[in-house]
T-cell receptor
Framework: DQQVKQNSPSLSVQEGRISILNCDYT??????FLWYKKYPAEGPTFLIS?????DKNEDGRFTVFLNKSAKHLSLHIVPSQPGDSAVYFC??????????????FGQGTILTVHP | GAVVSQHPSRVICKSGTSVKIECRSL??????MFWYRQFPKQSLMLMAT?????????EQGVEKDKFLINHASLTLSTLTVTSAHPEDSSFYIC????????????????FGEGSWLTVV
């Protein structure tokens, strides 16, 4: 049962344009959502997070939007840069639960930004 | 900032042997750590939650007798893969939660660099 889904395995974008990565979830108990960037054989690098009480959080070039009714979130990267090329993972957590900090990850989306 | 360190970063072991991976929180006390496994081109799957001073909580389908977790101190959790088989070859990643912080973000959960295990 995949509780967090990233349905696009890959995304290709031109440098300077917007990258939009999508994520859907099924567990209504999730109340924190995080985005990570990852390279092979390395640990994930935190990008941005959002609490379920918000619908938008922005940090520099990264903005995360949350639509609770649709159980959908998206990460916008503007402008995209070649250095953004990596695998992006969406993760969710039930922060109020007993396993606070336990993350459920999506399958990942490979982002390629072309110069 | 807080750092979580894993060791070794790469290990090759023979089938049937055991191998230990360490996860250390370097500048904070982590009462709870998490162990994940990632197969090539797949997602990070939670294996278990490691609690200092008590037994680990394993996710469904993870063999607790095969993947032994010991969280004997507030800064160290270890994962021992016992009687390793080639199918255990994977990338193992730990994370540690900073206690006392409510909002989940980059300064409340820290990931280690990961450990590549190859069983031959």
């Amino acid at each position: 049962d995949q509780q967090v889904k990233q349905n696009s395995p890959s995304l290709s974008v031109q440098e300077g344009r917007i990258s939009i990565l999508n994520c859907d979830y099924t567990n209504s108990m999730f109340d924190y959502f995080l985005w990570y960037k990852k390279y092979p054989a390395e640990g994930p690098t935190f990008l941005i997070s959002i609490s379920s009480i918000k619908d938008k959080n922005e940090d520099g070039r990264f903005t995360v939007f949350l639509n609770k009714s649709a159980k959908h979130l998206s990460l916008h990267i503007v402008p995209s840069q070649p250095g953004d090329s990596a695998v992006y993972f969406c993760a969710a957590s039930d922060a109020g639960g007993t396993s606070y900090g336990k993350l459920t990850f999506g399958q990942g989306t490979i982002l390629t930004v072309h110069p | 900032g807080a750092v979580v360190s894993q060791h070794p970063s790469r290990v090759i072991c023979k089938s049937g042997t055991s191998v230990k991976i360490e996860c250390r929180s370097l500048d904070f006390q982590a009462t709870t750590m998490f162990w994940y496994r990632q197969f090539p081109k797949q997602s990070l799957m939670l294996m278990a939650t490691s609690n200092e001073g008590s037994k680990a909580t394993y996710e469904q389908g993870v063999e607790k007798d095969k993947f032994l977790i010991n969280h004997a101190s507030l800064t160290l959790s270890t994962l021992t893969v016992t009687s390793a088989h080639p199918e255990d070859s994977s990338f193992y990643i730990c994370s540690a939660r900073v206690p006392g912080r409510q909002f989940l973000s980059g300064n409340t959960i820290y990931f280690g660099e990961g450990s590549w295990l190859t069983v031959v």
